[in-house]
């Protein structure tokens, strides 16, 4: 009797998006296809290899014996993590073994990064609290001896560890959203004046500009007529991120422009800055997940290091787009296109 895999063509093996390979009762490679010819060289294996004891020392696995079952195996190999299955069938009297194989070294690296992210925010709910009853401990017990300055400098660093936790707690909802693939609709989409939001951004960071004393000009060339088609808070939320950076990582003093360039359907959004700028290295990596520069670490400033990760992921599923062009000691300019909407009369 003919071999059933003979009848089955190597191109119905190559749409399975994993890596896969059959043995014969022989022992045998009887079918591979590319994912696995690529896998096998990524973990230093021969792809020519067609015997199945060979295959299986080099993964340090035992081939499975029992027919209809199915074991699962997580393998550690040259700095990969890789899911195998087996499975050990019988089909018109022949015996053949099916490996199939998937890396899942990404999944598993961006796991360990939200953990840590998670990890790391609650840190900072913690702390900001912290800061925020040690102000309210010292209004109540030392109120007498405090005087009107006192009294404003502490609930103003109250307003700004208020105003962070919100920010946190916003953060942390949309990476949940994103992870779990919902963050699209959970969009509220609606015309809005892009005037309206920068207004707003630049009225929410002012207690962030008293609190770093830095001498800041913002200077916001954009006519409040000009609408887009966006999620208002979030949108707010992403252009407070891009100045918090411009101010956050300047010096002493610290100009910021604000223009928009329109089109028929969309317009690009041009926030520039006379800051430190940031170099080749931290800029390739500047929307990772998780990654806070050189200039980030240095300056103490306990940023989150995932807004910049966010706004684009945002800004993507809203049609939009974001890059920043920067050199050290040059400035940053950040361009975000957004789709226009109908504009005000």
């Keep these: 009797m003919n071999d059933f895999l003979d009848e089955i063509e190597l191109g119905v093996l190559e749409v399975v998006p994993i890596a896969l390979l059959i043995f014969n009762g022989s022992g045998k490679v009887k079918r591979a296809n590319s994912q696995w010819k690529l896998l096998a060289r990524q973990i230093g294996l021969n792809d020519e290899i067609k015997d ?33 299955k087996q499975n050990a069938i019988s089909i018109q009297n022949s015996s053949f073994l099916l490996l199939s194989f998937e890396d899942i070294t990404r999944y598993k690296s961006h796991i360990k990064m939200v953990h840590s992210q998670v990890s790391d925010t609650l840190w900072k709910f913690r702390s900001r ?20 300055a006192d009294r ?42 892009i005037k309206e939001v920068i207004s707003e951004s630049i009225q929410n960071l002012k207690m962030i500009i008293e609190y770093y004393r830095k001498d800041c000009e913002i200077n916001d060339e954009t006519e409040k007529s000009i609408t887009v088609m966006a999620d208002r808070n979030r949108l707010v939320r992403i252009f407070e991120s891009i ?11 610290i100009k910021i422009s604000i223009s928009v360039i329109c089109s028929d359907t969309e317009i690009i959004v041009s926030i520039k800055d006379n800051g430190r700028g940031v170099d080749d290295e931290d800029l390739a990596k500047i929307f990772d997940y998780g990654y806070k520069s050189k200039t980030a670490m240095k300056s103490g400033y306990n940023g989150m290091g995932i807004e910049l990760y966010l706004a684009r992921e945002i ?31």
């Design 129 to 148: 609290t912290a800061a925020i009853q040690n102000a309210l401990s010292i209004l109540i017990d030392y109120d007498s001896e405090l005087t009107e």
């Design 243 to 253: 100045i918090i950076n411009a101010i956050v990582f300047s010096a002493e003093s």
């Design 152 to 193: 404003k400098n502490l609930l103003n660093e109250s307003l700004f560890e208020t105003w962070q936790i919100s920010r946190y707690a916003d953060n942390l909802r949309d990476i949940s959203l994103l992870n779990a693939r919902l963050l699209a609709d959970q969009l509220e989409m609606e015309p809005i004046s």
């Design 315 to 345: 800004l993507s599923k809203m049609n939009g787009s974001i890059s920043i062009e920067s050199g050290e000691n040059i400035g940053t300019t950040v361009e975000m296109l957004l789709l226009r909407g109908k504009d005000n009369e």
């Design 52 to 84: 199945m004891k060979e295959i299986m020392d080099f993964l340090n696995m035992r081939p499975m014996t029992v027919e209809n079952q199915t074991s699962i195996h997580e393998l550690n190999i040259a700095d990969r993590t890789i899911i195998v």
